[in-house]
């Protein structure tokens, strides 16, 4: 994994959900958007299409976030994962961010915030 | 039962739900700030119903409770409705405890009946009054709410008045359950609004997802 931001990966169980975080990408830079609605999905597109960035939600069925998070980082330990959660307690944040994800951003989200941590994100990857 | 399609579209049922995640999300934030505790949450679901249905709705959610308490409380603004907080035998008791060893003292001249009823009151506000404000928030309303009513430790019909809604009423049933990850406690928060919110909520549910198009 380096370079740019090309493939992105979005895991959440609500169409909505996955409709708004993509309005807040930008939609001139060429990219291309893989969606999973659930953790299991998610990690099934994760290894067939090795995202650049995935965005993942953590109350899900089927398997929720914190598993796919855990089964993503086994497979790639690199992996860059934006968790996107309305499940604002602490102990939610610090867990997720211990099992490996790289940043955690409450919902709903913010334009500016998403760009931001995608501007992040880029960062990360260049140094990998 | 009324078939969901008639009142809401997909779309906007699936706008509800993920208001109401976003809701029940700042609600347990809100409490695991005073209660030392991980609320465990679920993927909440809309269901509409004819109101005389509900009460046989919410039983078959409690059914494995042999007793519960509750916690309610109306709001009403643009969005108005009824905020139906239920918990399972023993969450008061297991609360009262949690309390007591947060704050490291208690109140151990108070009875316990009267503890369980406080602290049910105190953590119905928290929950109901960070979801139902957290949901009139994103969608441009504001509410005001009448005192809660707490019954602690009762059958489901002693605690559901059966004939407490209006029966030529439709309502809009949000619902999440939740557990706590330490203690055992755990429950249902029913959100019911009726036919008056209704034009409302569609056109509120249009404005809020416009701002993602």
Same mark, same amino acid.
């Given at each position: 994994m380096s370079g740019?931001?090309?493939?992105?990966?979005?895991?959440?169980?609500?169409?909505?959900?996955?409709?708004?975080?993509?309005?807040c990408l930008p939609?001139?830079?060429?990219?291309?958007?893989?969606?999973?609605?659930? *953790?299991? =999905?998610?990690? @099934?597109?994760?290894?067939?299409?090795?995202?650049?960035?995935?965005?993942?939600?953590? !109350?899900?069925?089927?398997?929720? *976030?914190? =598993?796919?998070? @855990?089964?993503?980082?086994?497979?790639?330990?690199?992996?860059?994962?934006?968790?996107? !959660?309305?499940d604002v307690q602490m102990k939610a944040i610090k867990t997720v961010l211990d099992l490996g994800a790289y940043m955690v951003l409450r919902k709903p989200l913010k334009k500016e915030e998403l760009q931001a941590a995608l501007i992040r994100a880029q960062d990360t990857l260049q140094k990998v | 039962m009324m078939d969901i399609q008639e009142v809401l579209t997909g779309e906007e049922t699936e706008i509800l739900q993920e208001l109401m995640n976003i809701?029940?999300?700042?609600?347990?934030?809100?409490?695991?700030?005073?209660?030392?505790?991980?609320?465990?949450?679920?993927?909440?679901?809309?269901?509409?119903?004819?109101?005389?249905?509900?009460?046989?709705?919410?039983?078959?959610?409690?059914r494995d409770y042999n007793k519960i308490s509750l916690v309610?409380?109306?709001?009403?603004?643009?969005?108005?409705?009824?905020?139906?907080?239920?918990?399972?035998?023993?969450?008061?008791?297991?609360?009262?405890k949690m309390l007591q060893h947060e704050d490291g003292a208690g109140c151990e001249s108070d009875p316990i009946d009267i503890l369980e009823s406080e602290t049910l009151m105190e953590v119905g506000n928290i929950l109901i009054g960070a979801c139902v404000g957290r949901i009139t928030e994103l969608l441009k309303d504001v509410v005001t709410y009448t005192p809660p009513v707490v019954v602690v430790e009762r059958n489901y019909y002693d605690a559901i008045a059966v004939n407490h809604f209006d029966p030529d009423k439709t309502a809009i049933v949000l619902k999440t359950d939740f557990t706590f990850k330490e203690g055992d406690v755990?429950?249902?928060?029913?959100?019911?609004?009726?036919?008056?919110?209704?034009?409302?909520?569609?056109?509120?549910l249009r404005l809020f997802l416009e701002q993602y198009e």
């Open positions: 740019t931001i090309k493939k992105i990966l979005i895991v959440d169980d609500s169409p909505i959900a996955r409709k708004m975080l993509k309005s939609k001139d830079e060429g990219l291309e958007f893989h969606e999973a609605g659930d *953790g299991k =999905e998610g990690c @099934e597109k994760y290894k067939c299409i090795s995202p650049d960035v995935t965005f993942m939600d953590l !109350t899900m069925p089927v398997m929720t *976030g914190y =598993e796919a998070i @855990e089964e993503i980082i086994r497979h790639d330990r690199n992996a860059l994962i934006i968790v996107v !959660t309305a | 809701a029940f999300g700042k609600s347990a934030a809100d409490l695991a700030q005073v209660i030392d505790t991980y609320v465990v949450l679920s993927v909440p679901f809309i269901k509409v119903m004819q109101v005389t249905d509900l009460p046989e709705y919410v039983k078959g959610h409690v309610e409380q109306k709001f009403w603004g643009r969005f108005r409705g009824d905020a139906i907080l239920i918990f399972s035998s023993g969450s008061g008791k297991e609360l009262v755990s429950g249902f928060l029913f959100l019911v609004t009726s036919n008056e919110s209704i034009k409302w909520l569609k056109e509120a």
